[in-house]
């Protein structure tokens, strides 16, 4: 672990930041503006969409790749995209010459699964028809890791055309909370509490049941989703989950993965795009996308 990672472990571990995130997850604004053109620079092109009910920007240089990330954005289901998400797509941008799509769905509690993997199915068909030339990936974050498997399991159920590849992390895939390893994960996590997450977990299930794989994919199918890269922390909640999401993809057929455990890694810890472990992340998720071949 880097220095810096260590320092920011300490930091927020004698901080109030998990009474703090606990209230923005329960309590989530509406007015954060991270992630809208005006905060990028000047360099990088964006063009916006309000449509089917959410909001797809998406930013590039003014001649990028034909590689393209639809990006799903972590917050529990509940908040808004950050600065950090931010920072990430300039970081695509920038260092790889990609063209990147946050996809801003709907959210809880104003929303629940049905609306918001319908948006999410919508925008990937949307982007498709809108840039038909390009190579889409899929990536997401905390919650939008689990959207982004959500709705590549629904891609390969409804024989749809499947991304070129797809990067998951620290993705949120069991919205149940039952494993009873979570009460032991939890207790070195410093951000995430499993009673808020099981309370909202079961708002975003509406009436779906919450172990129905369209709101806990970690249920569902994971045969033939071609290539994944999977990151997340030991010192997360979900880390207990994502040892279980790692023998799924070991045992399933057609779904090539790698996958890296990063050692005493915050959950989501991409967003703090400094850490040398994250832009180390970055580089080997940077090539997967350049080449669609695995580590």
């Keep these: 672990?880097?220095?810096r990672g260590k320092w920011l472990l300490f930091k927020t571990?004698?901080?109030?930041l998990k009474?703090?995130?606990q209230q923005a997850f329960l309590?989530?604004?509406r007015q954060n503006r991270a992630v809208v053109p005006q905060k990028f620079p000047e360099s990088i092109v964006t063009k916006e969409r309000e449509v089917f009910g959410g909001r797809i920007l998406t930013a590039g240089s003014g001649a990028p790749l034909p590689q393209h990330v639809i990006l799903f954005h972590g917050g529990?289901?509940?908040m808004q995209g950050t600065t950090g998400h931010r920072k990430l797509m300039v970081t695509m941008i920038q260092q790889a010459n990609l063209r990147v799509s946050y996809v801003d769905y709907p959210l809880v509690p104003e929303a629940t699964v049905d609306q918001t993997v319908t948006f999410a199915m919508n925008a990937y068909e949307y982007l498709r028809a809108q840039y038909p030339d390009d190579q889409f990936f899929l990536m997401g974050d905390s919650a939008g890791g689990g959207l982004a498997l959500t709705v590549l399991q629904q891609l390969q159920e409804h024989q749809e055309p499947m991304p070129a590849g797809t990067i998951l992390v620290s993705p949120w895939t069991d919205l149940?909370?039952?494993n009873p390893?979570?009460?032991v994960a939890a207790k070195h996590d410093p951000f995430l509490t499993l009673a808020t997450l099981k309370k909202i977990g079961f708002q975003y299930a509406g009436n779906h049941p919450v172990t129905?794989?369209?709101v806990s994919p970690i249920y569902g199918n994971f045969d033939d989703l071609g290539p994944i890269m999977l990151y997340y922390g030991t010192n997360e909640l979900l880390w207990a989950d994502d040892q279980r999401l790692l023998q799924k993809l070991e045992t399933a057929s057609g779904t090539p993965f790698t996958a890296h455990v990063m050692k005493s890694m915050l959950h989501d810890y991409i967003l703090w795009p400094e850490l040398p472990e994250s832009k180390k992340t970055f580089k080997e998720i940077k090539q997967f996308i350049l080449t669609g071949e695995l580590e």
């Design 76 to 78: 529990a289901y509940t």
């Design 19 to 21: 009474q703090q995130m």
């Design 176 to 178: 149940s909370m039952m």
């Design 181 to 183: 390893d979570l009460n």
């Design 212 to 214: 129905d794989p369209i």
């Design 13 to 16: 571990q004698h901080s109030q």
């Design 27 to 29: 309590q989530p604004s």
């Design 1 to 3: 672990m880097s220095l």
